[in-house]
């Protein structure tokens, strides 16, 4: 994050603040129109050949349009901005609002070259995945409730998110593999490196786990013949003596404990 902290310190004074606020108002603005004339979303999805003929407003208005499942009423459009609210104000709050502006506007950068290149009509539901996805790595324990009732984690749901992505990724041909993958290169962005070393340091601290394990598995006793190496694990019916002669704490085995060499002090 180097390079944003840089950036930030040169153009933060030119950052949207409370930018989730803005978001989130203009979709309830933009669902209320719907009710009214749903033809009217047709003006603000991201057409690219519409947007080729000069309606180039459809490069911003596309970020407005409610998911989908808010079509469903009123209390959907107010529990999916909601939720919506909640996660992108939690990411602004984290980083501030220079960073969160950079996280978002990359996605929609990404989604609006993607649009191109497949290119069919996009809406901003991957950038709406991202902020989530993000969300979910920073927050993993937070919890929400699902029908206003479930508690469930945010990670759990961020798992499924992926799986979805997966699912996608498998099923859609490869020219449309593009439009899931560029619109959350976002997140990879920010997180991909601090995954990495989150992984390569996990896979490093189990290894020294189960070395530790190992070697505390094969010290896991008392006595222990100074001569042979017997210990009580080896022969239960064993007795074990210090001698007494030798300089220094030595033990032995009763088969030992008369016949060894004394040990002397160098």
Known sequence: MNLLDKLERKFGRFAIKGLPLYIVSLNMFVFLLTLIQVEFLQYLILVPSLVLKGEVWRLVTYIFIPPQISYSGIPWILFALYLYFIFASGLEHEWGSFKFNIYYFIGMLGTTVAAFIIPIPATSSFID?????????????YEIRIFMIIPVKVKYLGWLSWAYIIFQLIVYPWIGKLYVIIPILNFFLFFGKDIYIRYKTRGSSIYRKRKYREGYREKQYVHKCTVCGITEKDNPDMDFRYCLSCEGSYEYCMDHLKSHEHKKAE
Do not use: M, N, V
Request: aromatic share 30%; net charge negative; proline share 8%.
């Open 129 to 141: 995945l991202s902020i989530f996805l993000a969300f979910a790595y920073l927050y993993p324990d």
